[in-house]
């Protein structure tokens, strides 16, 4: 008798344990699925002109997926078309953080621009000279580098002497 109710017991746990890691893994796989989710909808939303239901998407979805790339790239093009200057100021400043390394498909050189712009709109002129330096250095064939460095100006300003 005590052997059955021992059974009884052994197979009663394991089931609970089983039906606990299915709905563990369920509500995983489910969390996984809203995060992709909240992209695919981002997407639609921002392609029906609804882009301010499409910058909360993208925003949701990069609070787990902080380098998909194509959700900032969505981003940068809603906060420039609707001029939100704050905005497009972090995220500009959150996709530099990131890099190359972990961002694939963005033009860090085109953010690195529109974040030296908005700096330098915003009277935040030691971040814009930071980036506009960080750019000229990066082309060789840039007429501005090749005038400072044809006359005699004794110093040469690069990001590393700022």
Do not use: W
């Amino acid at each position: 008798m005590a052997i059955v109710l021992l059974s009884i017991f052994t197979i009663f746990l394991i089931i609970s344990v089983l039906y606990a890691l299915e709905e563990r893994f369920g509500k995983i796989q489910k969390n996984a699925k809203d995060q992709q989710s909240f992209y695919e909808k981002g997407v639609m939303a921002y392609q029906s002109g609804n882009t301010e239901r499409a910058e909360r998407f993208f925003t949701e979805h990069i609070k787990t997926h902080y380098n998909h790339s194509d959700s900032y790239k969505y981003l940068l093009k809603i906060y420039e078309d609707a001029g939100k200057q704050e905005s497009l100021l972090h995220i500009c400043q959150t996709i530099l953080e990131l890099g190359e390394k972990n961002l694939s498909g963005v033009d860090l050189d085109k953010v690195r621009r529109s974040f030296a712009d908005i700096s330098y709109e915003k009277k935040s002129y030691e971040d814009a000279l930071y980036h506009y330096l960080i750019l000229m250095a990066k082309a060789p064939n840039n007429e501005v580098k090749k005038k400072m460095t044809k006359g005699n100006n004794k110093f040469i300003a690069t990001p590393e002497t700022i």
